[in-house]
Structure formats: structure tokens, C-alpha cells
T-cell receptor, first 112, second 113 residues
Framework: ETGVTQTPRHLVMGMTNKKSLKCEQH?????MYWYKQSAKKPLELMFV???????ENNSVPSRFSPECPNSSHLFLHLHTLQPEDSALYLC???????????FGPGTRLTVT | AQTVTQSQPEMSVQEAETVTLSCTYD???????LFWYKQPPSRQMILVIR??????QNATENRFSVNFQKAAKSFSLKISDSQLGDAAMYFC??????????FGGGTRLMVKP
């Protein structure tokens, strides 16, 4: 709908698994973001990339590892997660930091 | 650090009626942007309306309008002629030049037919 896609849409993983979330944008935007959305909590910014360079790491545990190989793709690599990491992970993009962000549909992650 | 507060976890409105969602924020900055985002159930978050702090005129987008009170640090969203499709989570968000987007906790809007 908004030019930002995320895969997979749903993911169930054990605590010892390694998985990756993918975000792809077709809007020509320069900035890309990862957010975590948990029930009854405000959206938490995790990482920011601007022109493929990471410009923000909001004190995220090292079990989350972002990667931005080009301006159209953003990944979030996951390993040895905890049950409290279960949440909706949203990718967003924008022309720059001052512009509105366009969100993907999110990946619903469940850690068992 | 900026904070954004949405004091109404849930609101309901009758179809075709008007509803106002509240948002307050705390900042020492004078130049910033405010947004309202809508997140329908199981669907993508989309931008509803945007307000630049330097503009005195309240932003309007079709049935959606804001009441921006800069001195009071208040940014409420008014939805007129509510429709069933307006049912969603609504997030108020604050953005200035130096920081990233800060979201409020959200308000769930239910629309009764």
C-alpha cells in the first residue's frame, strides 16, 4: 500500500534460533528505521540508517543486529532472543529525518 | 528528551459524529513537527496529518483537523463525520531537527454503527 514491504509477516522462533527480518522500500527514500511495537507500550525506535549509514542505535541489545546493504533494503538479524522480544517489528522510511515516515505492515514475532 | 502523552487509551464515537483525540507533549524546542498516525487493525500505519510548529494555522485534511496550542503544548485531532473505516489506533508523534520521532502510547478509536 505505501511502498514499504516487510517479510515475513509472521515469525515464530525458538530462543536458540537465528532468523532475519527484511524490509524493502520502493519510494527512493534515504532514511530507514526499525521500531518495536509491544502491547500497551509506545513504539520504540531501535535503529536508524541514513544513506546506508547507521546513525542511531537506541540502546538495543546485541541479539538484534541491523544491516542496510543498499538504500532499498534493511534487515534485522535476530539470534538468541528472549520471550520478551515478542512484538510487532515495524520498518519505516522517509526522505530525511525531518519528513514524515512511511511504515511497512510489520512482522509479528513470537519467541517461544 | 521529548515525551508525548495520549491520556485516552480508548475512545468511542457514533458513526457520523465528531470525536477529538488528545495529545500533549513536552519539549524545550521551539521548532518541531507534530504528526498523527493511524494504524488500522492488522494494517499498515499511515500518516493522517502533519503540523509544523512555526505555523499558526491549524492543519486540515478532509475530515481530519488539529487544534494546535503551542503554548499549552497540546495537539489534539478532531475527526468529523466519523466513518466505520476510522476505527484504528491513533498515535501522536513529535519530531524536531535533532531527534527522531517520539510516539505517544496511542488511543484506540472505536466507531459504533
Amino acid at each position: 500500500e505505501t511502498g514499504v514491504t516487510q517479510t515475513p509477516r509472521h515469525l515464530v522462533m525458538g530462543m536458540t534460533n537465528k532468523k532475519s527480518l527484511k524490509c524493502e522500500q520502493h519510494l527512493g527514500h534515504n532514511a530507514m528505521y526499525w521500531y518495536k511495537q509491544s502491547a500497551k507500550k509506545p513504539l520504540e525506535l531501535m535503529f536508524v540508517y541514513n544513506f546506508k549509514e547507521q546513525t542511531e542505535n537506541n540502546s538495543v541489545p546485541s541479539r538484534f543486529s541491523p544491516e542496510c546493504p543498499n538504500s532499498s533494503h534493511l534487515f534485522l538479524h535476530l539470534h538468541t532472543l528472549q520471550p520478551e522480544d515478542s512484538a510487532l517489528y515495524l520498518c519505516a522510511t522517509s526522505m530525511g529525518h525531518l519528513y514524515e515516515q512511511y511504515f511497512g505492515p510489520g512482522t509479528r514475532l513470537t519467541v517461544t | 528528551a521529548q515525551t508525548v502523552t495520549q491520556s485516552q487509551p480508548e475512545m468511542s464515537v457514533q458513526e457520523a459524529e465528531t470525536v477529538t483525540l488528545s495529545c500533549t507533549y513536552d519539549t524545550s524546542e521551539s521548532d518541531y513537527y507534530l504528526f498523527w498516525y493511524k494504524q488500522p487493525p492488522s494494517r499498515q500505519m499511515i500518516l493522517v496529518i502533519r503540523q509544523e510548529a512555526y505555523k499558526q494555522q491549524n492543519a486540515t485534511e478532509n475530515r481530519f483537523s488539529v487544534n494546535f496550542q503551542k503554548a499549552a503544548k497540546s495537539f489534539s485531532l478532531k475527526i468529523s463525520d466519523s466513518q466505520l473505516g476510522d476505527a484504528a489506533m491513533y498515535f501522536c508523534a513529535f519530531h524536531n531537527a535533532g531527534n527522531m520521532l517520539t510516539f505517544g502510547g496511542g488511543t484506540r478509536l472505536m466507531v459504533k454503527p
